[in-house]
């Protein structure tokens, strides 16, 4: 039994840039969903972790195949 596991939810990317594209910078969250999309196919976002501190990946794969995304840390009251 790992005792330093976290929890990891795979997250609908749909719902999950939806929900960024409420807040005050939605327009660059939406800038960001549209340039992801376009060089990444099967984009898929992972939460890590509890509150109030969670890790957010959001991946995708690349033409080349590779698995391409980026990092990111929400800090969620």
């Known amino acids: 039994i790992l005792q330093d596991a976290r929890p990891v939810e795979l997250v609908n990317p749909?719902?999950?840039f939806a929900g960024l594209a409420?807040?005050?910078d939605g327009v660059k969250f939406k800038a960001l969903e549209e340039a992801l999309r376009k060089v990444l196919s099967d984009l898929r976002v992972y939460r890590v972790g509890g509150r109030p501190?969670?890790?957010?990946?959001?991946l995708g794969r690349a033409a080349s195949g590779e698995w391409l995304?980026?990092?990111?840390?929400?800090?969620e009251t």
Do not use: I, M, R
């Not at 501190?53 to 959001?58: A, E, F, R, T």
């Not at 995304?69 to 800090?75: A, D, N």
């Open 53 to 58: 501190k969670v890790d957010l990946y959001v």
């Open 69 to 75: 995304g980026l990092h990111t840390t929400s800090v």
């Open 22 to 24: 409420e807040t005050d």
């Open 14 to 16: 749909n719902e999950f």
